[in-house]
């Protein structure tokens, strides 16, 4: 039987992390026995919490390798620190240095731990003993290295490089002859190189090409035999249309090359079965690109029979592995707020539940049997954290407890999942966040948070900024609306014809039972969203009233002005339907830019300048027709250098400043003063 991770922790010294001995419950008592008052979360705390990354497990489950990341404002980045660590707990070493890496992998005999270490400004695979010892360059290819693997006897590295410029062509770009043709060979919206694959011996310390194709070559995994490797590739850079993605077989002893399919479906995940005969990958069907969670499909690269999974579609997978005997996969999905570990039987399609946690349980990396793993847990009150078990049954040993301090200082926020009825009838699910000691019967202010995507969710899992805003006294929801992922393909194809439609209800149909049932102010309404959480949100406001104020991310308003400049190509094939030269109407009439007369939310802009997602222009017409309006208030505010995601910790940090301002102001009434940050110290209060 499945045990759910145990609530007293042990006591496990890792490093520089101290692990916690109680639960929050006992803490809670001595700390309060101990005269220590709890505090609300700042954005400072949030940004100060340590990050788990680049998680590795040894082949023989005995380790596990991760890296430790925190903030080093005066430098206005993040900077990390590298550990192995006993399965069992215990004491965290640290490894690799400060020159660090990426790209981490345990060799396949578990000697050595390979990385990517740029030398003069070109990525190189290192290697370094686990035994210990200084790190050894391996590679020194010309135009540096992208993505790599092993060979399964170890004496291989299978890798994926750019192709570089001649010499010639290299002094004539540096001298400004940079020009280049869009949507012609490997370039796309930006400048693309062709990128093929390549193979170094260890034995003989040499690297040889396996392919010379006009393709860009993304994912691929090496037969257990190295003979031969199935790879997805395009022929430009398309982030528009990745769905022309195809997969590809080489062998590597002819250097062959075969396609292996030839539709519009996005392959992906592709691995070869541990007999080197079938292919697993993960596809939403095998003639187009569905608006669908995807299945995954095995195929006979021989033969190019293949088969349908049908068990699996309920949401989005990762960590997706075979078991030693080739007769079942791994898998993590989400199913509605919760993440979990799955197996497939493969002769049936049977899925089986292999962990039954209410939060988000990540497998982060597996021992080579599959009887161990590593693996990360959060849930509303919980940071992530690492814990290694066994496979057949949850047993976990905590590695890290990487943010003790949250337990032990800040009052957390009551969390809870929420259910109503839209306007239609459908049920939608939403994760709702209440500030406590609030009075019963007392009204509090509402922050409505509208998630990316479409396909996007709210998850059981440890969200900052909605414990921020509960600190200040506001509830916050999460809608899982029509479009959201992780509720079967019904909730997921329910945007399709239907945008600003019945999602605007299911928001609002939210909100109102909110009201109802939660003793949320009706007076005091704010929305905040990033990239289609804003869109959505821009939509919002221009259809009702309701709001005070709004906080808009990396918008659009105007969806045919940004065909091309921005990643536009699922509304054609998915949500409006046709382009905008043939439907143009609709395409304009679910644009927001043509409402913004009515906005009279007060309304905050934030964008990066180098978004290629959504343009920065989108937010500049929106901000201008506000402006020039004059009917409801209205800042901009641009990020230099920031893309989609923001990287740059001032940034950051002035963002969700910025964001909190402006719902104090215009929500509260409130003139509020930021808290002051700090060069050093746990929080900004």
Do not use: C
Not at 422 to 450: F, N
Not at 466 to 489: C, E, K, Q, T, V
Not at 610 to 628: E, G, W
């Amino acid at each position: 039987m499945l045990r759910t991770i145990n609530v007293v922790r042990k006591l496990i010294v890792a490093g520089p992390i101290i692990i916690a001995i109680v639960s929050g419950v006992l803490t809670a008592t001595i700390l309060s026995a101990q005269g220590v008052a709890r505090r609300p979360m700042t954005v400072d705390d949030a940004m100060n919490m340590v990050r788990i990354e680049d998680v590795q497990m040894s082949p023989d489950g005995k380790s596990v390798f991760f890296s430790q990341s925190e903030l080093d404002w005066d430098e206005n980045k993040r900077k990390k620190t590298f550990y192995v660590i006993g399965a069992h707990g215990g004491q965290a070493i640290p490894f690799i240095g400060e020159a660090g890496g990426s790209g981490f992998r345990f060799s396949p005999d578990g000697k050595y731990l390979s990385f990517l270490r740029p030398v003069d400004g070109n990525e190189q695979v290192w290697l370094l003993a686990i035994s210990g010892g200084e790190a050894m360059k391996l590679t020194s290819h010309e135009n540096g290295i992208v993505s790599y693997e092993w060979s399964a006897d170890a004496s291989k590295i299978f890798f994926t490089a750019d192709e570089a410029m001649s010499d010639e062509e290299q002094q004539e770009h540096d001298k400004g002859a940079d020009a280049y043709y869009l949507r012609e060979g490997p370039n796309g919206r930006e400048k693309g190189s062709w990128r093929n694959l390549w193979v170094f011996g260890l034995s003989s310390m040499t690297e040889a090409r396996l392919t010379d194709e006009e393709l860009i070559v993304g994912d691929f995994d090496v037969s257990p035999d190295g003979e031969r490797v199935v790879f997805t590739a395009v022929r430009q850079q398309l982030a528009n249309y990745f769905y022309l993605s195809e997969l590809y077989l080489l062998d590597t002893l002819t250097q062959r090359v075969v396609r292996l399919t030839n539709n519009a479906a996005p392959e992906q995940n592709a691995l070869w079965a541990p007999d080197g005969r079938t292919i697993v990958y993960h596809a939403p069907s095998d003639q187009g690109y569905d608006l669908t969670h995807g299945f995954l499909w095995i195929l006979n690269p021989d033969t190019g029979e293949r088969r349908k999974l049908q068990g699996q579609n309920q949401g989005q997978i990762s960590s997706l592995t075979w078991m030693p005997d080739g007769k079942s996969l791994l898998f993590n999905e989400t199913r509605r707020t919760n993440s979990n570990l799955y197996r497939v039987d493969i002769a049936t399609g049977r899925i089986t539940d292999v962990t039954n946690v209410t939060g988000t349980l990540r497998a982060r990396a597996f021992s080579k049997d599959r009887s161990r793993m590593v693996y990360s847990f959060s849930d509303f009150d919980t940071p992530s954290d690492l814990y290694v078990s066994s496979v057949d049954e949850l047993d976990p040993v905590r590695l890290t407890n990487a943010n003790p301090w949250i337990e032990q200082e800040i009052v957390l926020a009551e969390a809870r999942i929420v259910r109503w009825k839209s306007k239609d009838g459908m049920e939608i699910e939403g994760v709702l966040h209440l500030p406590v000691g609030s009075q019963e019967g007392a009204r509090v202010p509402l922050i409505l948070h509208i998630h990316g995507g479409p396909p996007g969710h709210f998850s059981n899992r440890f969200r900052p900024n909605f414990h921020i805003f509960a600190g200040l006294g506001y509830a916050s929801l999460g809608p899982n609306i029509r479009g959201s992922d992780s509720y079967g393909d019904d909730l997921l194809t329910a945007l399709m014809g239907d945008v600003g439609g019945g999602e605007y209800d299911d928001l609002m149909t939210g909100v109102d039972y909110l009201i109802d049932e939660h003793d949320i102010d009706p007076e005091r309404l704010a929305l905040r969203g990033w990239s289609w959480g804003g869109i959505l949100g821009s939509w919002v406001i221009t259809q009702t009233d309701r709001f005070k104020a709004a906080s808009l991310g990396a918008m659009v308003g105007s969806w045919t002005a940004e065909t091309g400049p921005g990643l536009s190509f699922d509304l054609r094939l998915h949500y409006i339907g046709g382009a905008h030269w043939t439907n143009p109407e609709e395409w304009r009439r679910v644009s927001s830019l043509w409402y913004v007369n009515n906005v009279t939310t007060a309304t905050l802009l934030l964008h990066g300048d180098r978004d290629l997602v959504s343009t920065p222009n989108q937010s500049m017409m929106f901000f201008t027709a506000l402006k020039d309006i004059g009917k409801a208030p209205v800042r901009y505010v641009r990020f230099p250098r920031e893309p989609h995601g923001f990287r740059e910790p001032r940034h950051q940090r002035t963002r969700d400043i910025e964001e909190i301002k402006w719902m104090q102001k215009y929500v509260m009434g409130i003139d509020w003063k930021p808290w002051e940050r700090r060069s050093e110290g746990k929080n900004g209060s």
